[in-house]
């Protein structure tokens, strides 16, 4: 009877036991799923976190991107800015330039009409103009004689056209008196050297800027075998007129240069 009991127990504790381990099997499994579950998620928070990782990189390239674009036309506005007041300054000082040249050359006609008056006054009204001067008249580089008559010509004794692709801005004859060269200076920055008695082109002087245009040229003296040219660059440029050479280039001025002469003591 006791060992019945016994057994009856023991099989009450198997059916628990084996209960338990059923409960344990079941929970087991559900953990499994949770984890699996759990793993998924994991794993789609990480693909997630990429990417958005992956976003950002692309915003903050995008970003530098914008600042890159942005200081370039920064720069680009500040460079055409100061290119604009550079050339503000260039059309102030030509309109200056211009405005002296043309107080200049009123000067200069009021100064020829009172000469003309002189003369008409000295010489009883007399001046040859046109066909009535004197023969070879035209060919020479001065006009008149010692009598105070003053022979003017009527037209003139050549006329180059495109002797310049741009405006000539100055001419100056031979100073020396040695020859009847005329030099002028245009705006395409060369200097021509013309024969008067003959009409012809003996020499083109040009600057040596390399691969840059010659700047304009602003004002001119010529004696002898030297050539002085000012330019738009702040430059005086010094010339051979027999080897059409550059021989100086002079440097040092702040403003553009609206005058140049050749000393008058040594011409060399």
Known sequence: SRVRDEVSDLAVRLR????????????????????????ADAAGSLEQCLGFKEQVVIE??????????????????????????????????????????????????????????KLQGAGGGAVAVGDDAAPGSLGARKFGDCSGRSTLPSAPQYVIPGAHS?????????????????????????????????????ATLRPDTGSRSPPPLTALDFSGDVVAAAASDKTCRIYSARTGRQLHRL??????????????????
């Open 16 to 39: 628990a036991a084996e209960s338990d381990r059923d409960r344990a099997r079941a929970e087991r499994t559900s953990l499994s799923s949770a984890l699996a579950r759990a793993e």
């Open 60 to 117: 903050q390239d995008a970003a530098a991107d914008l600042r890159r674009q942005n200081g370039e036309l920064v720069d680009r506005l500040v460079t055409e800015k100061t290119g604009m007041v550079e050339q503000m300054n260039e059309m102030n000082d030509q309109v200056d330039k211009l405005r002296r040249e043309l107080d200049i050359v009123r000067g200069m006609w009021k100064q020829t009409e009172e000469e003309l008056k």
């Open 166 to 202: 741009s405006q000539i801005a100055a001419a100056r004859y031979d100073t020396s008196g040695a020859s009847d060269l005329l030099a002028p200076a245009a705006a395409d920055g060369l200097v021509k050297i013309w024969d008067t008695s003959r009409g012809t082109c003996r």
């Open 251 to 268: 440097v040092g001025h702040a403003r553009h240069l609206t005058a140049v002469r050749l000393s008058s003591t040594r011409r060399t």
